[in-house]
């Protein structure tokens, strides 16, 4: 390694600088230290004179870490870091909180700052979760109508966005013996849906589920429901809990 980074940057709110410089203060994991084994979790630690310390793992069967020393100072949200030992590295990269326990490094506009970017993980935290966000799930519905006759059934999807706004997404379709039915939609946190199945108002819904398309994961499984027609379903990303109105 085998470089020298010289940057500028700056910010007209010393005060988020501030708050920035002292919430940096402690010792901040590469890995999740929930996920990763502490072993060979290498690390950063800031103190509060100005002095960096990185910890890296040998590569050793032993398990030992090298250490390294410089020093970082912040221009609003930019910091910058020197490690004088050997070469001179200077990492120079915009700070961002993501939660109080996770904070990530990021690309400046300027590209000749070269930035150690990554998201770190405060250590002695026993909660690493993300704050929500607008994601894509996907909702499914099975259900029991006619054995006998195909009925015309709508469905009006829920969802919601940052704000709290609610959006309906309404899909019309026909029974088929059973109701089977799937949608992928964009939702914050409630995820929700009521069905009309015109002529046959002894339909039932009883099993939904809802997944996280982007990490392929199931949030909510039930199999045990009796959703009527016309009663609304609404699942609470954040509580995890549902209700059938």
Known sequence: MSFLVVACSSSDDSSDANQIDSQ????WYFGNPLLVGLETNNSFTFNENGEVVYSYWSGGADFDFLTETGTYSFNGDIMTMI??????????QRVEFITDNIVEFIQTSNPNDNAY????????????????TVKEYEIRISGESSSSQQYPLVIEYYSDDENGQVFT???????NTDIIQNLNLE?????GFEYDVTGYEDSVIYEVQIKDV??????????????EDNEVFTYNISEDSFTVQ
């Open 214 to 227: 982007e990490t392929n994961t199931i949030l909510f499984l039930n199999s045990s429901l009796s959703i």
């Open 187 to 191: 939702s914050f946190n409630i995820i």
């Open 117 to 132: 970017e990554g998201d770190y993980f405060r250590d002695g935290s026993d909660n690493y979760d993300l704050p929500p």
């Open 169 to 175: 997404e309404t899909v019309n379709s026909q029974t």
């Open 24 to 27: 940096i203060v402690g010792k």
């Open 83 to 92: 490690f004088p030992e050997g070469v001179t590295l200077t990492f120079v």
